[in-house]
């Protein structure tokens, strides 16, 4: 098992590998194979790449994010680039409906608004969104229309976890609540803990779902 300076090291390599991070303003702890990063970002989409990145390296057993997006040079000429560039890559997502979703920006922080069929959609929106230069933040008030039968939802994602054999279903925990999915226990790996997030969000009347899952 790596040592945590030895995983510090494979995850400063990583970022430094990764032309989709600027590394500069990044620190880097590790103590019991947990990762914290700690800065600053100058975007969202900057925010999730290092986070792809850590998840990426072997023996990281979880991460803490404390990057903070930095917003220096926003001004309303810039949101209202913002916004056409929201809209257009919502137009462009696959599965979204044409004018379902409102856009506002303030100072590169963009709300979503609206009412959907799925969460997953919901979902998709957001990280289509996420990924655009200049957006700092996200504020996420798409609804997700229809009831949710609570022993429905989790025997679904029970039986797709199954089938796709990619995380052990049974050493999962599934909680539904009001459409809100919670997923706790221990996975082998984060490939695991991202199956188990997808077919979560990818089951009719989920609205939202909570990570709380660990990698061994």
């Known amino acids: 098992m790596k040592s945590d300076e030895e995983l510090r090291q494979d995850v400063v390599d990583e970022l430094e ?25 100058p975007s969202l989409a900057q925010k999730i790449a290092v986070e792809k990145a850590v998840q990426r390296v072997d023996g990281v057993r979880a ?18 680039e913002i916004e056409k560039a929201v809209r257009t890559v919502l137009d462009a997502t696959e599965g ?6 409102s856009v506002t920006v303030d100072r590169g922080c963009v709300t979503l608004a609206g009412t959907l069929d799925w969460g997953h959609q919901r979902r998709a929106a957001e ?12 504020v996420n008030r798409i609804a997700v229309c229809g009831e949710a039968n609570p022993d429905e939802i989790g025997a679904k994602i029970l039986g797709a ?18 459409g809100v999915v919670t997923l706790s226990g221990a996975v082998h790996s ?15 009347g989920v609205r939202d779902v909570i990570d709380r899952m660990t990698v061994e």
């Open 17 to 41: 590998w990764d032309p989709a991070v600027e590394e500069e303003g990044i620190q880097i702890s590790v103590r019991e194979r947990v990762v914290t990063l700690e800065g600053t970002v």
């Open 96 to 101: 979204l409906p044409a004018d379902a979703i």
């Open 127 to 138: 990280l289509a969104v996420g990924r655009l230069r200049g957006v700092v933040g996200i």
């Open 161 to 178: 976890l199954k089938r796709r054999a990619r995380a052990d279903a049974q050493r999962l925990t599934i909680e539904v609540r009001d």
């Open 63 to 80: 991460f803490v994010v404390r990057l903070q997006v930095s917003a220096d040079g926003a001004s309303m000429d810039a949101d209202g």
């Open 190 to 204: 984060f490939a695991e803990k991202r199956a188990a997030h997808g077919v979560a969000w990818a089951t009719r």
